[in-house]
Antibody, heavy 119, light 114 residues
Framework: QITLKESGPTLVKPTQTLTLTCTFS??????????VAWIRQPPGKALEWLAL???????RYSPSLKSRLTITKDTSKNQVVLTMTNMDPVDTGTYYC???????????WGQGTLVTVSS | QPVLTQPPSSSASPGESARLTCTLP?????????IYWYQQKPGSPPRFLLY?????????GSGVPSRFSGSKDASANTGILLISGLQSEDEADYYC????????FGTGTKVTVL
């Protein structure tokens, strides 16, 4: 059974850097064609894809946020970490991590973690 | 960054069918991509429903009923999610997505079961 869980601060101040950790089980990020992605959702709004880390350490980023995002994986710890710099109140929302295979993108999601950006 | 356009809302009575559309920008050919569909109920993460590329290349999420099906309308450059035999539990937000090497989600459709 594949599970993912997001963790990190619930409140960050404007201009600070957000660091979120996705801890997963039931699969290995060293297995071919497997990846983990981060997706966010502002309150009452649509989903927005942020970044993805492939099993071979290939990384993809949202073009509009690329300058602020870094995604890394720690295969030994079964974790994927997302950092987002220069946080702003518009970045407030629920942040999800999700598992993918080559065919089934985002087939299993974590429960999400709500991040509020406020001074 | 491209945006996939979905109607904000759709409603139908129990037992009827709901046809949800996902329109791609004119510079992105729907024939070139799989269309992914997700269901999200209030307070819950999205749930993967299915993907559709063609009748011979498609997949259903684990435990997703067969009354959820996908298709395309090439003339309208649109992906389609059909929910047959609508049930009250189908009331949710539905998002489409494509993967042109990055993730692009749709604007979402809220489905109401009357």
């Amino acid at each position: 059974q594949i599970t993912l869980k997001e963790s990190g601060p619930t409140l960050v101040k404007p201009t600070q850097t957000l660091t979120l950790t996705c801890t997963f089980s039931g699969f290995s990020l060293s297995t071919s064609a497997v990846s983990v992605a981060w997706i966010r959702q502002p309150p009452g709004k649509a989903l927005e894809w942020l970044a993805l880390n492939y099993w071979d350490d290939d990384k993809r980023y949202s073009p509009s946020l690329k300058s602020r995002l870094t995604i890394t994986k720690d295969t030994s710890k079964n974790q994927v970490v997302l950092t987002m710099t220069n946080m702003d109140p518009v970045d407030t929302g629920t942040y999800y991590c999700a598992h993918s295979t080559e065919e089934d993108l985002f087939d299993v999601w974590g429960q999400g973690t709500l991040v509020t950006v406020s001074s | 960054q491209p945006v996939l356009t979905q109607p904000p809302s759709s409603s139908a009575s129990p037992g009827e069918s709901a046809r949800l559309t996902c329109t791609l920008p004119s510079d992105i050919n729907v024939g070139s991509y799989s269309i992914y569909w997700y269901q999200q109920k209030p307070g819950s993460p999205p749930r993967f429903l299915l993907y559709y590329y063609s009748d011979s290349h498609r997949g259903q999420g684990s435990g997703v009923p067969s009354r959820f099906s996908g298709s395309k309308d090439a003339s309208a450059n649109t992906g389609i999610l059909l929910i047959s035999g609508l049930q009250s539990e189908d009331e949710a937000d539905y998002y489409c997505m494509i993967w042109p090497s990055i993730g692009v989600f749709g604007t979402g459709t809220k489905v109401t079961v009357l």
